[in-house]
């Protein structure tokens, strides 16, 4: 797979935010998109991988345009897609198609699976026949087709010779020369006139029979319910309906997560038979490295709305660059893991997209964390400083209640945990230098008397290092590879170096 051709799609720091504001306050917007540029080419498949909830189907319907962007640019054919609104999106997203995850909850339990397929036929009007007159400039007409643009392959050429007009119709469509009337005005400007004979609804059961047969079920099942299928042979539905307009680029969003081992197999056979058929591009979105391994060209490793490593998959699986995707390596069971150490468990969970860590996205759980120079503490009392500033982090930060709100308001108070045991319980083994314990001591100060935001902020003071504060850009590690990790510059050890021996410590 060649990157040196420009991209089919080009996304350049894509921001989606989604705001929601209270009745009496204003929460900040989940950034579940922040700032991702990504170039997709035609043929590829980019497997897109990464925690749930760190930003990965909005991403793909962002590019789509089912979500709406905030910021950034989505380029394809030279144009910003997320600019684009009523008949120039709905033609974009002809283009396009998007199979779901789950196709119990996809499918329509109350429609046949041909109305299923029919659906956006129908949706979109089709057939809408691309119609090219050769070596001449003509003007088309006619109701069910439109002039062919440079950028897409024509559905019936037109031929205007001396002996005679010929008329070829693509391979794949329901339709033959002998379904068309055509008819050539000469009176000061060529003019070819389309009408199909058919009616587009005879037209729609075709093209709805031939996608069942390519995605490998048959005509009687035109007539059946999803409830009466298997969970394949569902996907394999939803599967014929994103391909019902003829899309270039698919967005899989996890589409065989809900799947039995042995069916994802046949359904990932199934996609990239289609693809090397129909010349598709994928994005694969995926929590499962080890399915992505098989399919993709590419993997795009993203982690709280930012895309963290991307890199031809064989690179990324052998060498992984940055520690969340060591982290991700390690936890494929068996022996199906590329990484050789242990299990690399991260601590807590991710911060809250409506309110992500100033430097580094990955900062409060990296196990590869760099180190202030000031401080000589083990791992393990590093850790739990962290986890004691991210504790005081996110009670500041926290969305309050309803209640809450209304009682500050008021002028009263809300009533606010127990600061004594989290401290106990997250310091107590820890052997601290009266410095130390000193600035631990002043953060309590702090969120003693209400400012929980001037705790953190203390121990970040001491305690903080460059992850803290810087938010790293991608570093080119080779070709088509990129990792947004502090550690790459020269001075510092690898990621993956600093977890393998921080698992001895």
């Known amino acids: 797979m060649t990157t040196d051709e420009p991209p089919v799609i080009s996304v350049e720091e894509l921001k989606t935010y989604?705001?929601?504001?209270?009745?009496?306050?204003?929460?900040?917007?989940?950034?579940?998109?922040?700032?991702?540029?990504?170039?997709?080419?035609?043929?590829?498949?980019?497997?897109?991988?990464?925690?749930?909830?760190?930003?990965?189907?909005?991403?793909?319907?962002?590019?789509?345009?089912?979500?709406?962007?905030?910021?950034?640019?989505?380029?394809?054919?030279?144009?910003?897609?997320?600019?684009?609104?009523?008949?120039?999106?709905?033609?974009w997203q002809r283009r396009v198609g998007m199979v779901f995850q789950d196709p119990q909850e996809s499918l329509n339990e109350r429609m046949t699976v041909g109305e299923i397929i029919k659906e956006p036929l129908k949706t979109h009007d089709w057939p809408f026949l691309r119609v090219a007159v050769e070596?001449?400039?003509?003007?088309?007409?006619?109701?069910?087709?439109?002039?062919?643009?440079?950028?897409?392959?024509?559905?019936?050429?037109?031929?205007?010779?001396?002996?005679?007009?010929?008329?070829?119709?693509?391979?794949?469509?329901?339709?033959?020369?002998?379904?068309?009337?055509?008819?050539?005005?000469?009176?000061?400007?060529?003019?070819?006139?389309?009408?199909?004979?058919?009616?587009?609804?005879?037209?729609?059961?075709?093209?709805?029979?031939?996608?069942?047969?390519?995605?490998?079920?048959?005509?009687?099942?035109?007539y059946r319910y999803p409830h009466q299928f298997s969970g394949g042979q569902r996907q394999r539905i939803g599967i014929a309906r994103a391909l019902a307009l003829e899309p270039d680029f698919l967005?899989?969003?996890?589409?065989?997560?809900?799947?039995?081992?042995?069916?994802?197999?046949?359904?990932?056979?199934?996609?990239?038979?289609?693809?090397?058929?129909?010349?598709?591009?994928?994005?694969?979105?995926?929590?499962?490295?080890?399915v992505v391994r098989h399919i993709a060209d590419r993997v795009a490793v993203m982690y709280l709305g930012n895309i963290v490593e991307l890199g031809p998959t064989r690179e990324v699986y052998e060498n992984p660059a940055h520690p969340y995707t060591v982290s991700l390596l390690s936890a494929i069971p068996g022996s199906g893991s590329p990484w050789e150490g242990g299990r690399v468990t991260l601590r807590g969970t991710p911060p809250s997209p409506r309110d992500p860590p100033a430097g580094c996205p990955f900062a409060t759980r990296c196990p590869a964390k760099i180190r202030p120079d000031e401080w000589e503490f083990p791992e393990r009392t590093w850790r739990a400083?962290?986890?004691?500033?991210?504790?005081?982090?996110?009670?500041?930060r926290s969305e309050r209640s309803a209640t809450a709100a209304l009682k500050s308001l008021v002028g009263l108070d809300a009533a606010r945990e127990s600061l004594t045991e989290t401290v106990e319980e997250l310091l107590a083994e820890h052997d601290l230098s009266p410095a130390a314990q000193s600035v631990i001591e002043e953060a309590l100060e702090h969120a003693r008397a209400g400012d929980d935001a001037a705790a953190a902020q203390r121990l970040r003071e001491a305690f903080g290092s460059r992850c803290d504060e810087e938010h790293p850009s991608g570093y080119d590690e080779g070709p088509g590879r990129t990792s947004a990790c502090l550690r790459h510059e020269p001075k510092y050890e690898s990621a993956a170096e600093v977890i393998a021996a921080r698992e001895d410590e």
Do not use: M
Request: glycine residues 8%; charged residues 30%.
């Open 18 to 91: 989604y705001e929601e504001d209270g009745f009496i306050w204003s929460s900040p917007p989940v950034k579940a998109v922040d700032g991702v540029s990504l170039d997709i080419h035609e043929g590829e498949t980019i497997g897109l991988v990464g925690e749930s909830g760190c930003g990965k189907t909005t991403l793909g319907r962002t590019i789509l345009g089912l979500n709406n962007a905030t910021d950034g640019t989505v380029t394809a054919a030279g144009t910003d897609v997320t600019e684009l609104s009523g008949r120039e999106r709905r033609r």
């Open 135 to 222: 070596d001449v400039d003509a003007e088309v007409k006619g109701s069910d087709v439109t002039p062919c643009r440079p950028d897409r392959a024509a559905d019936i050429t037109v031929r205007l010779r001396s002996d005679g007009t010929k008329v070829n119709v693509r391979e794949g469509l329901p339709l033959t020369a002998e379904d068309l009337n055509l008819s050539v005005s000469r009176d000061g400007t060529t003019t070819v006139s389309v009408a199909v004979k058919r009616h587009k609804s005879e037209l729609r059961r075709e093209r709805a029979f031939e996608l069942l047969e390519q995605v490998g079920l048959t005509e009687d099942h035109f």
């Open 385 to 396: 400083l962290d986890e004691l500033r991210v504790f005081f982090r996110t009670r500041a």
């Open 251 to 290: 967005v899989l969003d996890e589409p065989v997560s809900a799947l039995d081992v042995s069916v994802q197999a046949r359904i990932i056979n199934l996609l990239e038979d289609l693809q090397d058929e129909l010349g598709l591009t994928y994005l694969f979105i995926a929590h499962d490295l080890s």
